[in-house]
């Protein structure tokens, strides 16, 4: 959630009139969508622009609220939503279900629209407080891309998705050529910010939803791009290599007279029988095919004959 826009709330009631309440009454602080069914409610938490909290009424027809509920707490991509159920049915009972089903609050009808301004905001600012203390643990703290625990997490999600889906997953590796040979030359302070500029370069090719930049270990970076095939990933890999070539960091310590980098590109369309390692494994070999062919280079699948997709 960036704190210099609005927050978006999905507002889901069957009824038009506490629609129209609900809507006049917080469309002043946030940006709201509506949704009168749980069916359409759903689809909307799985739009790319995800709300940042769900205002969620219990008895609806076809799918009741619970079941909405549950629906997106199983799915890693609606998971982490904030669900506040707004209902007449006020027995304990009831409020435990939706609680343990994963909800943040339970506020129960007629609605003091005080009270339910003051619980909005509050878990609205403890959603924006968890991000960001997601995105440091998630974050290389030199070069501020993210760092290897988050692309092993983040990894193992997309080869599922991508499972699900049955579309290419590509992971690009990268490395920066003659580094130990900089640090020598120049110093590990300069060293540092050589790093910081490649991650830079790497990032900003790296732009759709769903690719992810990451610093792996050291020198080296990797890109993991979904529903992406070798050779769509060989272009953008060539234009970070390009990229960093255009950086022209001297590097007296290279033939190539600048600070270059070698990249590797594997993708496959990821299957049970295979593990999520192999495929890092076919970018890391491809990358020291690049390493070995003088390096500044790109190597993919498409270019050794055995593309996996």
Known sequence: MELNRKPL??????????????????????????????????????DADKPDLILLDVMMPE?????????LKEDET???????????????????????????????????????????????KLKQLQ???????????????????????????????????????????????YFKRFNDTYGHLAGDVCLVKVAEVLNSVLQRPGDLAARYGGEEFVGVLSNTNAAGAHQIAEAFRSGVEKLAVPHSGSPLGCVTASCGV????PDAAVLPSELIALADKHLYVAKDSGRNVVISSRERGNELV
């Open 63 to 71: 799918i009741s609220g619970y079941e909405v509920c549950k629906t």
């Open 9 to 46: 709330l999905l507002i889901v009631d069957d009824e038009p009139a506490n629609l129209h309440v609900l809507v006049e009454s917080l469309g002043n602080d946030y940006v709201i969508k509506a949704a009168t069914n749980g069916t359409d409610a759903i689809g909307i938490a799985q």
């Open 131 to 177: 991000e960001q203390l997601v995105k440091l643990s998630n974050q290389d703290k030199l070069t501020g891309i993210s760092n290897r625990r988050h692309f092993d997490e983040y990894f193992d999600v997309e080869w599922r998705r991508n499972m699900r889906n049955q579309t290419p997953l590509t992971i690009i590796m990268a490395d920066i050529d």
């Open 78 to 124: 609606t998971k982490d939503i904030p669900v506040i159920f707004v209902t007449a049915m006020e027995l304990p009972e009831w409020e435990v279900c939706g609680l343990e089903l994963g909800a943040v609050d339970y506020i129960c009808k007629p609605i003091n629209i005080g009270v339910l301004k003051a619980r909005v905001s509050t878990h609205i």
């Open 266 to 269: 594997a993708a496959m369309v």
